[in-house]
């Protein structure tokens, strides 16, 4: 078997970036004896959840989650960002706030303040209730999120609009919504906000798509865009499996002879390196088989 890494896979730079925010955090908070806390996953990602967790970093979902504790303590704010109310929470119940929104989705929340400021209502293409659409939202009062073309055609109102994305969306699913928004006489402004990153995984994938027989994604089965790479492969028509870990990986990938290899932005090398090697067993126990049946006719 031969195994081939998507072009680009694995960490992005925001997510590489609120990581290693988030252990610098930590170690500060050993440092001083103070408490240190995430606020949300920091990623997607089991792996990287518990290495933060044996640093001494709490997550929470929310500030009211830790009654009490926030008074000196650290908080970090992941890569997705959070609403202006959430920071404003943490500092009053005295927390040292560590933003490590990552500046393209902090972009994505200036320019929704900045057309709900002047009137406009803010449309965000993207999940529901995703970490990242919701402190979008919170920048700019009033905000809709829509996830598909349906709910965009269902957005009434004759006020002009202003259509941001989710970073992690893709071009095609950010058009559909933007081309269902549109009525005559009513003002859309194409704001964008599809990060490059997310775009590069994507089009890697679909070269790899060219190039084998089936294809495994690594990543958090509740990271968007993980499970985003994964259905774009499937729907390329290669057999494709979305894995959390090396451990996921059923043994008949074991008889593929090219298996392509990519990873969500929130996966860290270590899965990757670990989904390769076992592959490589895989393969290794299929050639083993192959031989001693034969062996065994001989
Ligand atoms: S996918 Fe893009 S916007 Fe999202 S965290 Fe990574 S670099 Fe930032």
Redesign the pocket.
């Known amino acids: 078997m031969t195994v081939t890494r998507a072009r680009t896979l694995g960490f992005?730079?925001?997510?590489r970036r609120?990581v290693e925010t988030a252990e610098r955090a930590a170690a500060a908070a050993s440092a001083s004896g103070s408490s240190g806390f995430v606020l949300g996953q920091i990623v997607h990602n089991p792996r990287v959840s518990a290495r933060l967790s044996g640093l001494g970093m709490e997550t929470i979902a929310d500030p009211d989650d830790a009654p009490g504790r926030l008074a000196g303590a650290t908080v970090v704010i992941r890569?997705h960002g959070a609403a202006p109310e959430v920071f404003e929470r943490l500092r009053a119940a005295g927390a040292e706030v560590v933003d490590a929104t990552?500046?393209?989705?902090a972009a994505n929340q200036k320019a929704a303040a900045s057309y709900a400021s002047r009137g406009y209502l803010v449309v965000i293409a993207g999940d529901a209730g995703h970490g990242e659409t919701l402190g979008v939202a919170g920048h700019a009062p009033g905000a809709v999120i829509v996830s598909s073309a349906a709910e965009a055609a269902a957005v009434a109102t004759s006020r002009p609009l202003a259509l941001i994305a989710q970073?992690?969306i893709s071009e095609t699913e950010y058009e559909a919504v933007r081309e269902a928004l549109r009525i005559p006489g009513r003002e859309l402004v194409d704001v964008g906000g599809v990060?490059?990153?997310?775009r590069e995984r994507r089009s890697a994938i679909e070269e790899l798509a060219g190039e084998v027989d089936a294809i495994v994604v690594v990543g958090g089965k509740n990271s968007a865009?993980t499970r985003r790479l994964a259905e774009l492969a499937a729907t390329l028509g290669v057999p494709t499996w979305h894995v959390e870990n090396a451990a996921e990986i059923p043994d008949e990938l074991g008889r593929y002879e090219r298996v392509g290899l990519s990873a969500g932005?929130s996966t860290p090398d270590e899965d990757i390196d670990e989904a390769e090697a076992r592959l490589l067993e895989l393969s290794q126990a299929a050639s083993d088989d192959a031989a001693s049946d034969a062996a065994s006719r001989a």
């Open positions: 992005c730079p925001g997510v609120a890569s990552c500046p393209r989705v970073t992690t990060c490059a990153a997310s865009n932005a």
